[in-house]
């Protein structure tokens, strides 16, 4: 068995380097020994690594980033799982825990840099001219049912998409704004909010929202609990 996770800085590990005092934000890719290390250890704290120990993984693939949007979780699942398809890779082998986010954030193609860039309005904001930044602010401030049109698209796009291939999967999202109409929360597979799971143990988050250490391996066991009852 293989895990794929996908999310925010909920499945990043936000807050894990932060609340010992380094800097949690390791750019550029390429490391130095003491920044890969500080990165080993926050992709080994956090939930993917947990629940690939509790389900014997062979293979952890963790694409969650800090203030990544609903966009870029699916674009990059798609990315990653196709191109497995054009290999001619056996993807029922993979099992998929998808962390939806806020759905007002979002991301914007750069053609001069040729890359996707990020857009959280208050901490992510791109360089660009003063009337490109007002349609920007005034995507944040769209209304809640564009937001949760476009979330509902997001989840039948992955959700089809892992049906079609057989690969078994998960979805949770950091808390339950804005509702899902209940056929979705019927129909498809998911597991409970994080901010449910947490709220219930004060002790397992940081000040700022996001699991401690502790709070990763509570969502682990209850993303195991739901994978083990498809496996007896």
Known sequence: MKLFANGCSHTWGGGILEEQGFDGVLWPSFFNKEEQDKKNYRLSSVWP?????????????????????????????????????????????????????????????????????????????PNVKQNRYEYLQNRFYESDELFISEFLVHLNSLASF????NINYRFTRINPSPPIPDYYKNNLKWVDEFSSMLDHHKIFQYKCGHPNIEGHKLIAKELYNSFKKDYN
């Open 162 to 165: 892992f049906d079609k291939w």
């Open 49 to 125: 690594s947990h629940l690939s120990n509790l389900l014997n993984c062979t293979e952890t693939v963790n694409f969650a980033i800090g203030c990544g949007s609903n966009q870029r979780i699916v674009r990059t699942t798609f990315d990653f799982f196709i191109d497995k398809i054009k290999n001619n890779e056996n993807l029922s082998d993979w099992v998929a825990v998808i962390q939806w986010t806020e759905p007002s954030r979002y991301e914007i193609y750069d053609e001069k840099f040729d890359r996707f860039n990020l857009i959280k309005l208050d901490v992510v904001i």
